[in-house]
């Protein structure tokens, strides 16, 4: 299904997103060393329940995942790069952190992750991979245009990848979203320009570069969510929801709170 969103729908989208960022900035300065991912998992929930917002995520249970979810929030730790559900795991001091998070407020869904280092110490390889795929995304986001095709998208964020020197795997990667958090046109992460589905405006995406520093082969773990990377490597993740309008596309999920 893939769904053309009316101007109140679009209002709402930009309240859900504005949430979702909100929630991630304050979830990124709660995330300090010591921090237990169970506390994060806790503190989304709250925040969620206490802006009137659903969870998509913890009666989620797709075919890929051991479901349901069950939890607020992925975060995923160093090796773990998707779907990495919430554990009884302490933070260290330089800790590669991805928050991933979904909500439906209104009856409209918004999807972003971010990918930051816990503490002090700030391992340039990873610094080089975070600030990759939030290139990666820049270059999506500026691709996505009425009348450009989605592979037009996956080209721009492939490209970048590719030329940072990261493998790519294409068995994830960004989706339509709207009424629910997963929908078509499926967004892969490498592609060809000129192909595939024509943005309209309305089109809601959320675009996510993400990659692991030697390997595009992903595992499960033990706990049937968790996507880590094969090699035991390090991993990132960024993504933003947008909106395709008449001329750039909108980013619907950046903050409004005070850094």
């Not at 600030?131 to 500026?142: D, F, M, P, Q, S």
């Not at 590719?162 to 499926?186: L, R, W």
Request: glycine share 10%; proline share 5%.
């Amino acid at each position: 299904m893939i769904e053309i969103l009316s101007p109140t729908e679009l209002d709402r989208a930009k309240e859900a997103g504005a949430l979702v960022a909100n929630i991630l900035q304050t979830l990124k300065r709660r995330a300090t060393v010591g921090t237990n991912l169970l506390d994060i998992d806790r503190w989304a929930k709250s925040m969620i329940l206490e802006a009137g917002a659903v969870s998509c995520y913890v009666d989620y249970a797709p075919s890929f995942g051991r479901g349901p979810f069950g939890h607020y929030i992925c975060t995923g730790v160093n090796d773990a790069v998707l779907h990495g559900l919430p554990r009884n795991y302490a933070l260290a001091d330089g800790d590669l952190l991805t928050l991933d998070l979904a909500v439906l407020k209104d009856g409209i869904a918004a999807d972003s992750a971010i990918s930051f280092i816990v503490g002090e110490s700030k391992p340039s390889e990873s610094v080089a991979m975070i600030e990759a795929t939030e290139r990666a995304l820049r270059a999506g986001i500026a691709a996505a245009r009425p009348g450009a095709r989605i592979g037009d998208i996956s080209y721009a964020i492939g490209s970048v990848l590719s030329d940072a020197g990261y493998p790519v795997n294409t068995e994830f990667g960004g989706h339509g979203i709207g009424s629910t958090m997963h929908q078509d046109p499926h967004v892969p992460n490498m592609g060809r320009p000129g192909r595939g589905y024509k943005l309209r405006p309305g089109l809601l995406l959320a675009l996510e570069p993400w990659v692991m520093a030697d390997t595009a082969q992903l595992v499960t773990d033990a706990d049937g969510w968790t996507l880590r990377s094969a090699t035991g490597c390090r991993t990132a993740h960024s993504e933003h929801t947008v909106a395709i309008t008449d001329g750039e596309a909108e980013i619907l999920t950046l903050p409004t709170l005070a850094s």
